[in-house]
């Protein structure tokens, strides 16, 4: 493969972009990373919304106590050069971490790295990995109720560290197994948060219902379709709510960088909308690729051209 990952200042291959096995973020969990998209414009290639998304890795770092040698701007410009190199693109992913070996929790080097890599997910990834990737327009979701693992009292769920992710991967398997694509986070007082990589909202009365933003990730795609959403005049609540108000809702989606706004059809058997996209779901959908594709004015700030 010919794409090239930033490491530290400077250009280095794909396949050069390694860890030892004994390295401390991989041991312990403590990568800091953020996953940031690239679209198609009229305009030539752009970065959706960077100067966010590398804020968040600041903050997420700030959080985990990882020094990061790097000020903002310089990381903005690496990523940007990081898109620069790397024709095709579809996304761009910062990872900092400490590749030092060290068995203590507090390491004696916490010195971190950065990588910054630019990929096209299905072409380079996906088509090198053995089987097809799971792909699902239309989701089916599972509640994961056996843990509770959006607790504020353990990594603040602002925090986008690799450890976040641990305990949903064998939930999310074994919902996989049982047929549903993805599951529902809760908190401890049962309260309906996020997906494991994806911001959940339920349209209810007519109103836009999400998780308040110290229970989730910050996600920047959740952010944009509550701008989108208020600009359209939709009543928009970032509130606790539970489970009942999920299932009676008339309509739920997912929102992420990967996928910008992914229709729920079904949760543990309720089905939504007769299993077709709901028209608020829709309408967000279309805007949010609007705005994405450089086809709204109003929000071109938000795009950095390569
Ligand atoms: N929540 C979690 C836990 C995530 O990992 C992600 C993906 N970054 C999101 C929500 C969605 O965030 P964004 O819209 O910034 O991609």
Redesign the pocket.
């Known amino acids: 493969m010919n794409r090239v990952i930033w490491r530290d200042g400077a250009f280095i291959d794909w396949g050069e972009a390694t860890v030892h096995v004994l390295s401390q973020s991989l041991q312990r969990g403590s990568l800091a990373f ?2 940031i998209g690239i679209y198609r414009t009229p305009r030539g290639p752009a970065v959706f919304r960077l100067d966010d ?1 590398v804020d ?1 890795l600041l903050r997420t770092c700030a959080v985990m106590d990882l020094p990061l040698a790097y000020p903002r701007e310089q990381l903005i410009d690496a990523a940007m050069e990081t898109a620069r190199r790397n024709p095709g693109a579809r996304s761009l992913r910062i990872s900092v971490l400490n590749t030092s070996i060290d068995l203590d929790l507090a390491a004696q080097d916490p010195s971190t790295t950065v990588f910054i890599a630019a990929f096209d997910f299905a072409k380079d990834i996906a088509a090198h990995n053995p089987g097809t990737p799971h792909h699902a327009p239309l989701l089916r979701l599972s509640i994961e109720r056996g843990k509770r693992s959006r607790r504020e009292d353990t990594i603040p ?1 602002q925090a ?1 560290v690799a450890a ?2 641990t305990p949903s991967i064998p939930a999310k398997q074994r919902a996989r197994r049982e047929g549903y694509d993805d599951i529902i986070l809760l908190d401890e007082a049962d309260n309906v948060t ?6 959940l909202f339920a349209v209810a009365d007519g109103r836009l219902l999400t998780a308040p933003g110290h229970k ?7 952010d ?1 379709v509550l701008q989108i959403a208020r600009g359209l005049g939709i009543a928009c609540e970032e509130r606790d709510f539970g489970v009942d108000t999920l299932l009676t809702a008339s309509e739920v989606f997912l ?4 996928v910008g706004v992914w229709p729920v059809i079904e949760i543990d058997g309720h089905r939504y909308g007769n299993g077709a996209v709901g028209p608020v779901t829709e309408r967000l959908q279309t805007q949010l690729r609007a705005v994405q594709h450089g086809e709204d004015a109003r929000f071109e700030h938000w795009l950095r051209r390569i």
Request: no cysteine; charged share 20%; net charge positive.
């Open positions: 953020d996953y998304h968040r769920p986008k976040s992710y996020e997906a494991p990589t994806a911001n989730v990730l910050l996600g920047i795609t959740r944009t929102t992420g960088t990967s």
